[in-house]
């Protein structure tokens, strides 16, 4: 069974830093692709950055130049680098990852607070 465990979040002031983790239980390059969501409350989760098997990655216009998603194939671990983070940036932060069969799964999440 494939398991995804975020650790990092936590609270921090506007202009702070997190780094996010994302341990998966068998080899990433098992998926298509591994991403981070996030979802406020009272609205829709939505995409932050995306890696791809091939290192192609992708970001919401939001983050991008603030926030570096990375991967450590020996530690089968995605981060997500959040620098020069803003109140809206708060959220709760799940890993997504797609495995060849176009299967999602995703972790239970981490919570990721900014005061202004």
């Known amino acids: 069974q494939v398991q995804l465990v975020e650790s990092g979040g936590g609270l921090v002031q506007a202009g702070g830093y997190l780094r996010l983790s994302c341990a998966a239980s068998?080899?990433?390059?098992?998926?298509?692709?591994m991403g981070w969501y996030r979802q406020a409350p009272g609205k829709q989760r939505d995409l932050v950055a995306v890696?791809?098997?091939?290192?192609?990655?992708n970001y919401a216009d939001s983050v991008q130049g603030r926030f570096t998603i990375s991967r450590d194939s020996a530690k089968n671990t995605v981060y997500l680098q959040m620098n020069s983070l803003k109140p809206e940036d708060t959220a709760l932060y799940s890993c997504?990852?797609?495995?060849?069969?176009?299967?999602?799964?995703w972790g239970q999440g981490t919570q990721v607070t900014v005061s202004s």
């Open positions: 997504n990852a797609i495995n060849i069969q176009l299967r999602n799964y």
């Open positions: 068998l080899n990433i390059f098992s998926f298509n692709t």
């Open positions: 890696i791809t098997r091939g290192c192609s990655v």
